[in-house]
């Protein structure tokens, strides 16, 4: 089972900034592709974006584009979710996942092993 440690999240007030990160332990982040995720109370998980493993190919929800960007950091075996222009309709528990997969998907079936989440409230 891999894991992972999201870190990052907190409250912030509409229009401001946050960088979410997701640390992995005992194994290498580059060779999976990684998606992030987000959960509000009785609804599903919902993709927000993902870095596949192979030519580092993006993918972002409609709702996200434009204000949050998702990178790698190989040297710190980490993939980080820059969200700017923060709205309150994006508070959530925000998760990062990995799927053995070489694309992206936004489907959260497609991922396997999961983090524990880090809050994100968005809130004047």
């Known amino acids: 089972q891999l894991q992972f440690v999201e870190s990052g999240g907190g409250l912030v007030q509409p229009g401001g900034s946050l960088r979410l990160s997701c640390a992995a332990s005992?194994?290498?982040?580059?060779?999976?592709?990684i998606g992030w995720f987000r959960q509000t109370p009785g609804k599903e998980h919902e993709g927000v974006s993902c870095?596949?493993?192979?030519?580092?190919?993006?993918y972002y929800a409609d709702s996200v584009k434009g204000r949050f960007t998702i990178s790698r950091d190989n040297a710190k075996n980490t993939v980080n979710l820059q969200m700017n222009s923060l709205k309150p309709e994006d508070t959530a528990v925000y998760y990062c996942?990995?799927?053995?997969?070489?694309?992206?998907?936004?489907?959260?079936?497609?991922?396997?092993?999961w983090g524990q989440g880090t809050q994100v409230t968005v809130s004047s």
């Open positions: 870095i596949s493993s192979s030519y580092g190919s993006t």
């Open positions: 005992g194994f290498t982040l580059n060779y999976y592709t």
């Open positions: 996942a990995a799927s053995i997969r070489h694309y992206c998907s936004g489907y959260a079936s497609d991922f396997g092993s």
